[in-house]
């Protein structure tokens, strides 16, 4: 590592402050994914801004019902959080997926935002990558691509998107909630993060001077019966291969309405709308949850070594579905 300045700030308006006087600055939490960077000079903030003291680590429950969860909340408190668990099992289930123990004790809701991809090429800085070195190239089109992307990939990048918190934010129509120098605004979270395109470097839509503060996710009575399910390589500590996260409205035997989003396929958490359009008002069955799986993967790009996952995202999604639906 090299030299950094390290400045702890205790309110919104310093940290914000504190972070636009330097170009060159992070904010950080947890930490879980940006000293691991700064470690393997993937990135160099000459300046960090500590905002563990800032008053942002509240989960609370809004005047309109919507479930209003800090920024610094760590992913553990989350989802062993009464509410969560209760009223959105998908997220919960996604955040104790990820990492390890000791990693989600530490991680806050923020930081899982902003994760950075894991993809090999993107951490070997003797390697070419657009993502790091915007312009560089790209080595994992056609070098070992078994674990990126097949959906939102450009000419540019194929790394997929890491996180399991935010497949399920995607599916519940989470809202982000930041705050600048201009004032405070909230992001719709499909409109969070972008698709790498020509300018894989830029991953969300966050100003330079902003500051995430909480995360909202709308009060959504069937988000109760949902499910998180992950196919890794091995049974902890280990990112998606594919993953689902599925939510159904269910009544006699109908779909009523569906949520539908994954992870480890896609090159930012990937909702399909199409999908759930397809079960609305189906009746349950394999039939169903195939031709829904079918849909979702219509646009799939495959590569050498990722072929494969076309068809595990469809068998990930299937088995949620009817994991969520009580089926066998």
């Not at 590592?1 to 919104?12: E, G």
């Not at 998107?161 to 935010?166: A, G, L, R, T």
């Not at 035997?253 to 539908?260: E, F, K, L």
Request: charged fraction near 20%; include cysteine; charge should be neutral.
């Amino acid at each position: 590592m090299y030299p950094f300045t390290l400045i702890k700030v205790t309110d919104n308006a310093g940290a914000i402050a504190t972070k636009s006087m330097h170009a060159n600055s992070k904010f950080i939490g947890g930490g879980t994914n940006l000293v691991d960077l700064m470690k393997m000079d993937v990135e160099k903030p000459e300046q960090l801004v500590d905002i563990t003291s800032l008053h942002l680590k509240k989960i609370e429950i809004l005047p309109n019902g919507n479930l209003l969860i800090g920024a610094l909340v760590k992913n553990s408190d989350l989802a062993y959080d009464h509410i969560v668990s209760t009223r959105y099992p998908v997220l919960s289930q996604a955040l104790l997926s990820g990492a390890s123990p000791q990693l989600r004790n530490m991680a806050t809701t923020a930081g899982n935002l902003l994760q950075r991809t894991r993809c090999y090429y993107f951490y070997d800085t003797a390697t070419p990558c657009n993502k790091r070195e915007p312009g560089s190239g790209c080595s994992a089109i056609k070098g070992y691509n078994r674990i990126h992307a097949i959906l939102g990939t450009s000419d540019h990048c194929i790394a997929a998107h890491p996180s399991d918190m935010c497949v399920a934010m995607a599916a519940l129509d989470a809202i982000i909630h930041v705050e600048g120098r201009n004032g405070k605004r909230t992001i719709a979270f499909a409109n969070f993060h972008t698709l790498p395109g020509d300018h894989p470097e830029i991953e969300n839509t966050l100003q330079p001077d902003e500051l995430i503060t909480a995360v909202e996710i709308p009060d959504l009575p069937f988000a109760a019966t949902s499910t998180y399910l992950k196919v890794r390589d091995r049974a902890s500590f280990a990112f998606a291969l594919a993953s689902a996260a599925v939510a159904l409205d269910l009544s006699g035997g109908m779909i009523n309405d569906a949520r539908i989003a994954f992870g480890g396929i896609g090159t930012k958490p990937w909702r399909s709308q199409e999908a759930e359009k397809s079960l609305k008002g189906k009746g349950i069955s394999m039939d169903s949850f195939k031709e829904a799986a079918d849909i979702a993967l219509q646009d799939a790009k495959t590569y050498q070594y990722n072929s494969f996952k076309k068809e595990l995202a469809k068998r990930t999604l299937i088995s949620a579905l009817q994991k969520t639906a009580h089926i066998s």
